[in-house]
């Protein structure tokens, strides 16, 4: 069975380093649906419609994106000690030590690495918008973050010992790692290296899926999968290529679970040949989307 993790509640943020904040801004506020939380110098902070105070923080930087950390809402203040304090017998790493944070937010962190550089900092306390909703075409918050791993198995049990996550379901080139009522929150692609994979955000219902996918074409920026519904965590979904090659979807519909679920294994998880979701109705990953899914690798600590 899965279960709860004991010191996350969520997934709150992603940020990146982007080289041109202005086309970030432009993009992830006219096209994509977020609006600016705050800014400082070099620095953008986006929220969705929900109470997380952002869900993507933008860092000007010259180069190819890069993905700096992704951000986990502890339980407690002790939760954020106990990880910091299994970190390393994991044969991981604390980046920055437990210290209140300054940036935009606020609350008190400690950011970690994983063996391979998967930076996560973990915050508790940080401010809450009251001021929520559910728009018909705008975010309301993030529903998961996928990253490659080079090496799933072992990816997945420093998620398990360091901050309590459980495995919801395992296909052939995925883990599906859990830890509050979605069916996952992280996920682990089974790849050559150790990059992004995508970012998803959930929108309200399918309709707003299928319209996010319309005005993202009506932007330049073409449906790259989908739409379509996944198996693990039943969602539907549109991916595309943003700016910088990061790759974002549009999501709907995931599946609560608790802890009574029963984690599937690869042969729980098969489709009749040329499918790779439940509809059937798209044609596969397209070629820019696989390249994207590579590209943003960790920023260096």
Not at 9 to 31: I, K, Q, W
Not at 99 to 106: D, F, H, I, T
Not at 237 to 248: A, L, M, R, T
Request: glycine share 8%; with cysteine.
């Amino acid at each position: 069975m899965t279960h709860a993790s004991s010191l996350i509640s969520g997934l709150r943020s992603v940020a990146f380093n982007v080289p041109d904040m202005a086309l970030a801004e432009d993009f992830y506020t006219r096209v994509w649906g977020l609006s600016v939380a705050a800014r400082e110098a070099g620095a953008l902070y986006l929220r969705a419609t929900g109470a997380d105070h952002h869900v993507l923080a933008l860092h000007q930087q010259e180069g190819p994106a890069q993905i700096r950390h992704v951000t986990l809402r502890a339980r407690s203040l002790q939760a954020l000690q106990q990880a910091a304090a299994a970190v390393q017998s994991a044969g991981g790493r604390v980046v920055q030590p437990l210290a209140e944070l300054k940036s935009p937010g606020g609350g008190t962190a400690v950011s970690i690495a994983d063996p391979d550089g998967r930076v996560f900092q973990l915050v508790f306390g940080d401010a809450l918008h009251t001021d929520t909703s559910v728009q018909p075409d705008a975010p309301i918050r993030l529903a998961h973050a996928v990253l490659n791993s080079h090496d799933v198995e072992a990816s997945r049990v420093f998620l398990e010992q360091v901050l309590d996550f459980s495995l919801a379901d395992r296909t052939r080139i995925m883990a599906f790692m859990r830890c509050n009522s979605d069916h996952h929150s992280i996920a682990l692609g089974d790849t050559d290296n150790d990059a992004l994979n995508h970012v998803a955000f959930v929108v309200a219902d399918t309709e707003a899926v299928m319209r996010g996918g319309g005005r993202m074409k009506d932007a330049g920026f073409g449906i790259e999968w989908g739409p379509g519904r996944h198996g693990p965590g039943n969602n539907v979904f549109n991916y595309f290529v943003g700016p910088f090659d990061i790759v974002i979807e549009y999501t709907s519909d995931v599946q609560q679970i608790d802890d009574s679920y029963e984690a599937g294994q690869p042969g729980d998880w098969t489709w009749p040949p040329g499918r790779v979701d439940q509809w059937g109705i798209s044609a596969p990953p397209s070629a820019a989307l696989k390249v994207a899914q590579r590209a943003v690798l960790f920023a260096p600590t």
